[in-house]
């Protein structure tokens, strides 16, 4: 039996689709262990009825918001991870998120410092641009 792919969400935008193909190939080529590689795009997550928010004329991308649901998406099982549709992975292997800065595993990120494990969402800096390694048991409904 083979073992169940590690979850990744990538947001996506309309107006940043190449961004999206272009990380997405990257996880994909670069992954260490299977992965799933799932776009997040807010329209289809409405019309699930899963994205209630009005469009917000103030947020940066259409995924501003819908990383938020990652917890949700993933079955509150297990650990998942979403990142921005403009990160190049050159190493993807989520044994390495509690051994490695992400900033050694994809071209996005400059600090160095160290995921805390002990927070659902370890974020480093909470920073929205980061990549979100995200506890999903650790998550509620």
């Given at each position: ?54 469009p ?55 600090n ?9 969402f ?20």
């Open positions: 039996m083979s073992a169940k792919p590690f979850p990744v969400y990538v947001g996506w935008d309309s107006r940043e689709d190449i961004a999206y193909q272009a990380c997405r190939h990257s996880l994909l080529e670069r992954a260490t262990v299977p992965i799933s590689v799932t776009p997040l795009k807010q329209d289809e997550l409405s019309a699930r009825g899963l994205c209630h928010r009005p917000d004329p103030l947020a940066s991308t259409e995924f501003t918001y819908t990383r938020f649901l990652v917890p949700h998406l993933a079955g509150h099982a297990g650990w998942a991870l979403f990142c921005d549709c403009d990160f190049l992975w050159v190493k993807f292997d989520p044994e390495h998120f509690t051994t490695t800065g992400f900033d050694q595993l994809c071209g996005k990120l400059t160095q410092s160290q995921p805390n494990h002990g927070d659902i370890a974020e480093r800096q909470r920073s929205l641009s980061d990549p979100l390694h995200c506890n999903c048991t650790e998550c509620y409904e």
